[in-house]
């Protein structure tokens, strides 16, 4: 699986009564390939600890790369990926029926994070209220896990709910700000961006902990 750059997304959330949880940063891999998609979970507290995921959309399927100080692993397993996206968004379209008072909205607000231009949009349901700052185009024109042209959402899956899809960004999530009604927060931004940072997983370089298992 061969990624020609990546995203790095920090998130800081609060509870209710206002404690903040420890910062999370996701690493979104950017690649030329529909045929898959990744991501990287990034623990500040063991840099030498880190856990890369791949969902494979060609051949439905999710693997977890495994590399702690340099002793590296893997395990597979397999997983309907379109069925799983089809299945939230006919969830999500039931709810919207049953919820009414969801809105989209885009503000006409615009600003520059990182070198894109991005626009914001309002969301607001009966759960909370957000504002959502996405890049105007797909960054680099790659498929990314938290972009709009995720390439989990099959062509198929596009016409199937082509109306549902008319109005929203074609670009890049960069940046959000939601507070649900009990006060609860969660803050996420883009922080790093880098379209040339290469990086190739191969499974042949990560044993898989079934089959070493089995081995013994």
């Known amino acids: ?22 910062p999370v940063l996701l690493k979104s891999y950017l690649s030329n390939s529909a045929d898959y998609t990744g991501m990287e979970i990034v623990d500040p507290k063991k840099p030498e600890a880190v856990t890369s995921m791949v969902f494979d959309i060609k051949n439905q399927a999710s693997i977890i790369f495994l590399d702690n100080k340099g002793q590296k692993s893997s395990f597979a ?17 039931k709810s919207d029926v ?9 503000t006409g607000k615009t600003k520059d994070i990182l070198g894109y231009e991005c626009a914001e949009y309002h969301v607001k349901n009966e759960d909370g209220e957000g504002y959502y700052w996405i890049s105007e185009q797909p960054i ?3 498929s990314s896990f ?14 199937k709910y082509a109306e549902r ?3 929203l ?14 006060n609860s927060t969660v803050n996420m931004k883009v922080t790093e961006i880098d379209e040339s940072a290469s990086k190739s997983l191969t499974m042949a370089e990560y044993p898989n902990l079934m089959e070493s298992a089995e081995k013994k």
Not at 146 to 159: A, D, H, L, V, Y
Not at 169 to 182: C, H, W
């Open 98 to 106: 049953e919820d009414s008072e969801i809105t989209v909205e885009k």
């Open 140 to 142: 680099g024109g790659y």
């Open 146 to 159: 938290w972009s709009s042209n995720n390439p989990m959402m099959s062509s198929k899956t596009q016409e």
């Open 1 to 22: 699986y061969d990624f020609l750059g990546h995203i790095v997304l920090e998130m800081n959330s609060t509870d209710d009564k206002g404690k903040a949880a420890d």
């Open 169 to 182: 960004p074609k670009g890049n999530f960069m940046e959000l700000s939601y507070i649900s009604v009990d």
């Open 165 to 167: 899809f008319k109005n």
């Open 77 to 93: 397993y397999k997983m309907d990926l379109e069925g799983i996206v089809d299945k939230t968004l006919e969830d999500e379209l």
